[in-house]
């Protein structure tokens, strides 16, 4: 069935400092793909999406860009803040359904 | 914010006893879904509807019915809890249209002792 596939966290960075999530999907076809963020005692909340091949999605400065050639998309973002420290989580869709990887836990210190 | 209401936040009950989570949309939003996240599972679709009385079961769906009697409400009852259904319960809604994100509400906090 369809898998996403999340680098092991906790992932533990000093402010400014250039982070990168890796995520990889299996789905056939062309799935659409999220990346959403949980804080500490709250729901997730939808931080990007892209719907197709090469499309990029960003906020906040966060970006990920949807590769159909090596079924990736990364997040990316290039100075942390304190204030970025959650919980990551890359999911696809299709089908009115999403299915999520386990999750990614940052932490940025100063 | 989406408007996503779970009631209640926390509950702590005992193994065997009848259990039921509410979820209250105030969007319109066709589809509704109810995950559990646990530790190193991330999150895992229980149930989801797709309209009143329209639903089907997620990876997850042993020990869980759920019920959608309005639009707006989506029920999820644990019959007989056990304590391996201790767990943080997610409600989610979306849209009728393609390639639409999910959002979640704040999460029920369950403790089956």
């Known amino acids: 069935g369809d898998s996403v596939t999340q680098m092991e966290g906790p992932v533990t960075l000093s402010e400014e400092a250039f982070l990168t999530i890796n995520c990889t999907y299996t789905?056939?076809?062309?799935?659409?793909l999220f990346w959403y963020v949980q804080y500490p005692g709250e729901g997730l909340q939808l931080l990007l999406k892209a719907t197709k091949a090469d499309d990029k999605g960003s906020n906040k400065g966060f970006e990920a860009t949807y590769r159909k050639e090596t079924t990736s998309f990364h997040l990316e973002k290039g100075s942390v803040q304190v204030s970025d420290s959650a919980v990551y989580f890359c999911?696809?869709?299709?089908?009115?359904?999403?299915?999520f990887g386990t999750g990614t836990q940052l932490k940025v210190e100063l | 914010d989406a408007g996503i209401t779970q009631s209640p936040r926390h509950k702590v009950t005992e193994t065997g006893t009848p259990v039921t989570l509410r979820c209250h949309q105030t969007?319109?939003?066709?589809?509704m879904y109810w995950y559990r996240q646990d530790p190193g599972h991330g999150l895992r679709l229980i149930h989801y509807?797709?309209?009143?009385?329209?639903?089907d079961k997620g990876e997850v769906s042993d020990g869980y019915s759920v019920s959608r009697s309005k639009t707006e409400d989506f029920l999820l009852t644990l019959e007989s809890a056990t304590s391996s259904q201790t767990s943080v319960y997610f409600c989610?809604?979306?849209?009728?249209?393609?390639?639409?994100?999910?959002?979640f509400g704040d999460g029920t906090r369950l403790s089956i002792l």
């Open positions: 789905a056939t076809g062309y799935p659409s």
């Open positions: 509807s797709y309209g009143v009385k329209d639903t």
């Open positions: 999911a696809q869709g299709g089908g009115n359904k999403l299915t």
């Open positions: 969007e319109n939003h066709r589809y």
């Open positions: 989610a809604i979306s849209p009728d249209r393609d390639n639409q994100p999910q959002h």
